[in-house]
């Protein structure tokens, strides 16, 4: 990703935020806005972290390029992701996603199944400051993108946060989740697509990619050839447990926040 590419990411984000959150603003209330840049329908689905509010009702369905905006409360933590191949269960009011699926649940009180790309928040953290982030560690299966706005929101000391990159294309066969295979043309069958790409914590189990056990700590626990696949795609992104440095980002009292599900589709 190219800093011509982030500036005009972030330029769309303040040209989508310039009215929506004018009032939020002057209220002092952090709002997010979630916006599906997928070509397909998503699941966003939150899970708080710190309190029981279940900010954004907990999930909801959002089609390709629509919006929606939800308060959160003030020091809330939290997280958000996308769900993806949703479908009603079933005799109940559950869902059951391919990927991201929170238990069954339409409205997820529990976080979602790996492998899922995460969105991760602290509001009012340290000095007052907003922390966030856009991890990999539990896998991919949608970019993410978090940009802060607002008319009092410094863009260069915020930083644009996410995962743009097409990680799913390319995953390694030993970290690919695959969904079910579709018909070709003719009688063939295509082969099964690609849905998600594990961490390798999760389809090795090992401490040196857990980051547990003897790794259990910064100084143990380093970058190894799957988190550096997912870095190079997303350098922007958390790519394992200790990758602090370039993935963690803060902002002032005042932002507002704007996640975009697929910011590199087109």
């Known amino acids: 990703m190219g800093a011509i590419r982030i500036a ?4 769309l984000a303040g040209v989508i935020w310039s ?11 952090a709002v997010f806005t979630l916006r599906n840049n997928c070509s397909h329908t998503i699941w966003p689905a939150t899970l708080s972290g710190n309190s029981a509010a279940a900010v954004g009702g907990g999930g909801f369905e959002l089609a390709p390029n629509a919006t929606a905006s939800f308060p959160a409360p003030a020091g809330w933590s939290g997280r958000l992701w996308a769900r993806t191949g949703c479908v009603a269960a079933p005799s109940s009011s ?14 997820c009180t529990l976080g979602g199944s790996p492998p899922v790309t995460l969105a991760e928040f602290t509001l009012g953290g340290a000095d007052g400051k907003d922390f966030y982030d856009v991890s990999l560690v539990d896998g991919y299966n949608v970019g993410i993108g978090v940009a802060a ?8 000391s915020c930083g644009y946060a996410g995962c743009v990159g097409d990680v799913n294309a ?7 989740m695959s969904g079910p295979a579709k018909a070709a043309g003719g009688d063939g069958v295509a082969p099964p697509p690609t849905v998600a790409c594990r961490s390798a914590c999760e389809a090795f189990g ?24 997912f870095k190079a795609a997303c350098p922007a992104a958390y790519s394992y447990a200790y990758d602090d440095p370039t ?10 926040y704007l996640v975009t599900f697929c910011p590199g589709h087109q």
């Open 149 to 156: 706005t607002g008319a009092r929101v410094n863009y260069a």
């Open 94 to 107: 559950g869902l059951s996603c391919a990927t991201g699926d929170c238990s069954g649940a339409a409205s």
């Open 206 to 229: 090992t401490a040196e990619y857990c980051c547990t056990g003897a790794h259990g700590g910064p100084s143990t626990c380093g970058p190894t050839k799957y988190s550096r696949l």
């Open 8 to 11: 005009s990411l972030l330029l």
């Open 19 to 29: 009215h929506a959150t004018h009032g939020a603003e002057a209220a002092g209330t």
């Open 170 to 176: 390319l995953c390694p066969p030993e970290l690919q």
């Open 247 to 256: 993935s963690t980002f803060t902002c002032g009292t005042g932002a507002q």
